[in-house]
């Protein structure tokens, strides 16, 4: 990750506040757990498998901590497509917000999540089948 003075300079800016939010300092943790709009996306995407219970609290302060107590709590079964679904996530808020920062876009929940969703699809059709496994049970219902 660019450091603020990178960032800046990249947007020809000096602010090292969040360029989602404009609120918080600009950090991994902050992007990942801290900011609500990604607070709320983890909600939605993990509410559609049965897992919103382990999105990320507003109390939550650091990324990595989040995901080893969320994937510690999962059944085994599960843990590997949590995990997958937490790595996508990760990737596809880090890709929304270099759209946001390099191309000028606004911050879009919905197209976030049907971005998300579309990815799972394709990871689902390249063998994560961790992710397979995550949907099958909801198949049924």
């Known amino acids: 990750m660019l450091d603020c003075r990178q960032i800046g300079e990249k ?18 943790n902050h992007l990942l757990v801290s900011y609500v709009f ?12 049965g897992l919103h219970s382990l999105a990320p609290q507003p109390d939550a302060t650091s990324f990595l901590d989040w995901w080893e ?14 995990n997958s679904l937490i790595i996508l996530g990760a990737w596809m808020v880090w890709k929304h ?35 397979s496994f995550l949907v099958a049970p909801m198949s049924n219902v």
């Not at 107590?69 to 085994?76: C, G, K, Q, T």
Request: aromatic letters at 8%; glycine letters at 6%.
């Open 69 to 82: 107590i969320s994937s510690d709590i999962v059944p085994r079964m599960i843990k590997k497509g949590l």
């Open 11 to 28: 947007r020809h800016e000096s602010s090292c506040c969040c360029p989602l939010c404009d609120q918080h300092p600009e950090s991994i």
């Open 97 to 131: 917000r270099n759209r946001v920062v390099f191309d000028g876009a606004t911050p879009d929940f919905t197209l976030l999540l049907r971005s998300a969703e579309e990815e799972r699809h394709k990871w689902q059709l390249a063998g994560a089948k961790g992710l």
């Open 38 to 49: 990604t607070r709320v996306f983890w909600y939605t995407m993990l509410r559609r498998f």
